[in-house]
């Protein structure tokens, strides 16, 4: 899996958006780009994943750049609740058999301040 | 809603005796689940694979025989901590990739503590 390099911590005003950076320059073209977090004392929440489009859902939206070399999540309007650190994971995706593990970096640990 | 349960969230024990942590995939089948600790202010270590109907896979300097790992069904993974010791308090993590779909899921974490 490619190597990851993200920020170690970010602060954001709360109801603005917090844009989360992730650089990924070694990424392979069959590698995904997977954003995850996790909440104090919880167990890690998928938030998105993509290959090369931008992509958005209902929690967030990931852009990534043309070359793939980085990306970056982005919560349109953070609340308190989305204080968490925020985990950039690069990897082949595994449809069928899933058998392999995540790996976990330092990532970033986000604060929204009221 | 949790596709990913784990059993307990908190327990606390005393030296020298086992606690059982369970793993359930709620709404698909787990073929392959894995088994992750957490310490204070550090990121998730991998410990272990956990394989149905076969032997888990355990991560360098994990010791196989302390951390027991039983995948009896294809919802179901346990992980005992045998002759806990103060030193084996963490936060444990059970993970599960539902096969249909490209993310994996993780359960609530049980938060160990060996006093």
């Known amino acids: 899996d490619a190597k990851t390099t993200q920020p170690p911590s970010m602060d954001c005003a709360e109801g603005r958006a917090a844009n989360l950076p992730c650089n990924h320059s070694?990424?392979?073209?069959?590698?995904?780009v997977y954003w995850y977090r996790q909440i104090h004392s919880q167990g890690p929440q998928y938030i998105i994943h993509?290959?090369?489009n931008n992509e958005t859902n209902e929690m967030a939206s990931l852009i990534i750049t043309e070359d793939r070399k980085s990306s970056t999540l982005i919560l349109p309007h953070a609340t308190l609740r989305d204080t968490a650190v925020y985990y950039c994971?690069?990897?082949?995706?595994?449809?069928?058999?899933?058998?392999?593990?995540?790996?976990f970096g330092s990532g970033t640990r986000l604060q929204v301040q009221p | 809603g949790a596709v990913v349960s784990q059993h307990p969230s908190r327990v606390i024990c005393k030296s020298g005796t086992s606690v059982k942590i369970e793993c359930r995939s709620l709404d698909f089948q787990a073929t392959t689940m894995f088994w992750y600790r957490q310490f204070p202010k550090q990121s998730l270590m991998l410990m272990a694979t956990?394989?149905?109907?076969?032997?888990?896979?355990?991560e360098q300097g994990v010791e196989k025989d302390k951390f027991l790992i039983n995948h009896a069904s294809l919802t179901l993974s346990t992980l005992t901590v045998t002759s806990a010791h103060p030193e084996d308090s963490s936060f444990y993590i059970c993970?599960?990739?539902?096969?249909?779909?490209?993310?994996?899921?993780f359960g609530q974490g049980t938060r160990l503590t060996v006093v």
């Open positions: 993970s599960a990739r539902d096969p249909s779909r490209g993310e994996a899921f």
């Open positions: 993509g290959l090369k």
């Open positions: 956990s394989n149905e109907g076969s032997k888990a896979t355990y």
């Open positions: 070694t990424i392979s073209g069959n590698e995904y």
């Open positions: 994971i690069v990897r082949v995706a595994e449809m069928d058999t899933g058998r392999r593990a995540l790996t």
